[in-house]
């Protein structure tokens, strides 16, 4: 046998070495596996980061925003209606009302609900207008909202909302409530409207009393919960729940109203004798308890409507403009007892002699003049131009006469002197159960010629609410009181929950001195000037 020969290839010059298509066929499925493993390896990290991406969505609306998520959803799902709880009564303290809770009503709409009636939205907004008294454009923008929830008129007379509920009634219109309310009325008007105050219409403490003691009047709101659909209407196989309001305390003052009556006509005819232009006041105090009797002051304002244009004002009025409010906490709502400061003038005179005589420099009977007293580059004369030469110090004080509480003061000295202008309480507030009271004005570092002058009651200023105070101490043994103007808090039952007793803040001057001066006071009216 011959043996075979191999088969040369011949490869033409410049071609490449190729596989043969035996190679090309084994290696094709190979290279497409290697693709497609590619491709699900990218679409499964796509998946995981997704279900990552969503599983820290989930994890931040569960613990990051569960709670206020389910807040919302509470909300949306639970219609809310607020219980107002009475306010408390204030009463004088012979139980006579000063201020009362009339009943009203509150109408309120889900526009939602009212653009599902059959009537027209223009003939009910025009009926509605028409019984309520108000505008019918107003009413209609409202129904025209995309809300649950408008207020419609608020604190409106009872008989109006029966006629409004009888008009829905027999028209069979939804998307109304009528809720009950109260207001706060006022039977005596101004005569004590700057101890009283008043409220907004939401029965928001705005000043005085009202405003002082609002944390014990107010009350603590309850609440209805019921569930409601996605257009704000109540489901009718839903539970409600109620959180139960609780009313508040009612508070007996020491006010007696009658004596308040008595003290504004007097300061009436007083500021209309003496041609009074910038107001004045008055208070009435029992020196032995401190207890307030009366406090007015003038101008004064109706605490129904403590916004209405003031007596005597020239120009246009609103009352809810900056510049109207701003005038009316200058002047009718002041309450110039606490809130202004004066120089006391010739009523200071006791407080000095009180302190000449505690420090016996001076006696009833001792023999003074009012001759002019030169104190460095002033001269102290007395008010009369004819002089009334030597007197008592019992006399002087009758006599008002300036240079002999010159001398008595100068004779304790500076420090002596403004030592009891401290003890009496000039240079503290005295503590009343009213807002915004103001403090004296007194020189820091006095000067002999200030002293001299203060002595009869210049160079310095003063509250009317202090001067009383120091005056009580004169007459009830020496005793600086705190003055109390409220004198219990009562719950509904009648049982006292807070009761104010005469707190003595200090001991100023003793019982002899005390009754020394009160003896000569009670001559100054009948003998004196």
Known sequence: ?????????????????????????????????????????VLLFIFIS????????????????????RIKAFEQQTKTTVISPERGIIYDRNSMELAVNVKVKTITINPVQIKENEIGLDKIANDISEILGSDKESILKKFKKDSLYEIISRKIDVEVSKKLEKYIED?????????SDTKR???EKNIISHVIGFTGIDNEAREGLEKYLDPYLKGIPGKTLSGQDRKGRELSFDINNRIEEKDGLNAVLTIDINIQRMVSDALDNAIIKHKISDGACAIAMDPWTGEILAMVSKPDFDSNSPWSKPYGYKGEWSGYTQKDVNYLYRNNWKNKSIQE?????????????????EESVITPETIVNDDPIEIE?????????TLHGEETFREAIYNSCNPVFVSVANKMGIDKFYSYLRDFGFYDLTGIDLIGETNS????????????????????TITPVQLICAYNAIINGG??????????LIDNEGSIVLENAPVIKKKVISKETSAILTDILEGVVSVGT
């Not at 028209?171 to 809720?179: E, M, Q, R």
């Not at 001269?379 to 131009?385: D, E, G, L």
């Not at 005793?479 to 219990?488: A, C, G, N, R, S």
């Open 1 to 41: 046998d011959k043996k075979q020969k191999p088969v040369k290839t011949i490869q033409r010059k410049g071609a490449k070495n190729t596989p043969s298509k035996e190679k090309q066929v084994k290696k094709q499925p190979v290279k497409k596996i290697s693709i497609i493993n590619r491709r699900l390896k």
């Open 50 to 69: 997704i279900l990552v991406l969503l599983l820290i969505r989930i994890a931040y609306i569960q613990f990051i925003r569960g709670e206020e998520l």
């Open 171 to 179: 028209n069979g219109i939804s998307g109304f409530d009528i809720y």
């Open 185 to 187: 009325y006022y039977p």
């Open 341 to 357: 400061t004066y120089e006391p003038g010739s009523t200071f005179k006791a407080i000095t002699s009180a302190a000449g005589l």
């Open 377 to 385: 580059d002033r001269v102290f004369n007395c008010w009369s131009k």
């Open 441 to 460: 004005i007194i020189h820091e570092k006095p000067s002999i010629v200030d002293m001299s002058s203060a002595s009869f009651g210049q160079r310095f």
């Open 479 to 488: 005793d600086l009181l705190k003055p109390l103007i409220v004198k219990t």
